[in-house]
């Protein structure tokens, strides 16, 4: 071929070629779409319930160590008091009869002549409490009332022990609270027959067993 003509020819198939990747698309970019770039998504996270607590009731009982000593006071006299059960504590339930037992003694706090104390009246009320301290029915009164005038002679030396039987109670009880009232007299003078009048009182709260 003249040098000419393969010129020609040359020229014009690189224009073409320029032509083509000027203004075609290339293959490897056919038929796609740019895509936007994924984003996280959050994730809820479950936050437990919490769990309730049970509330725990407690319950006093003054007779837990078995027994416990009271100092009263009464006017001018001083009572020491002595509480204690026969039956265990655990063995203190709804239907049981249930023994209270306590001895008392007495003396004056100032102006001691040598008059006596005489221990005239003892009694006892009951109320009985459920859970969250609702009241519940209850038995009845219980008392002592001397045999002898003007009463049980109680100043130290000498004192004055008893014991009250509890009877059953609602089934549905937790504990009992005691009221204790005790009517003293004491001599005007060591050698009158004239008596004041002095009352001391006192409360036991005890667990009833479940």
Do not use: H
């Amino acid at each position: 071929m003249p040098l000419r003509r393969r010129l020609v020819s040359t020229a014009l198939a690189a224009v073409v070629v320029a032509s083509l990747t000027a203004c075609g698309t290339p293959p490897w970019m056919t038929g796609r779409t740019p895509s936007a770039t994924p984003s996280a998504t959050p994730t809820a996270v479950a936050i437990p319930t919490p769990t309730p607590v049970p509330t725990i009731e407690t319950i006093q009982n003054d007779l837990a160590a078995g027994s416990t000593k009271r100092n009263l006071g009464a006017g001018n006299i001083n009572i020491t008091v002595d509480y204690f059960s026969t039956l265990m504590m655990n063995e203190w339930t709804a239907g049981a009869n249930k023994p209270i037992s306590f001895s008392l003694t007495a003396a004056l706090a100032t102006d001691d002549d040598g008059q006596d104390i005489f221990l005239s009246r003892v009694s006892v009320t009951t109320s009985v409490q459920g859970k969250g301290g609702v009241s519940l029915p209850a038995p009845g009164a219980l008392s002592d009332q001397a045999s002898v005038a003007p009463g049980y002679l109680v100043k130290s030396p000498y004192s004055y022990s008893q014991t009250f039987v509890l009877p059953a109670v609602d089934a549905a009880a937790t504990e009992v609270t005691l009221s204790f009232t005790y009517e003293l007299l004491l001599q005007t003078t060591p050698t009158s027959s004239e008596y004041a009048k002095q009352t001391a009182t006192d409360t036991l709260t005890i667990a009833i067993a479940p």
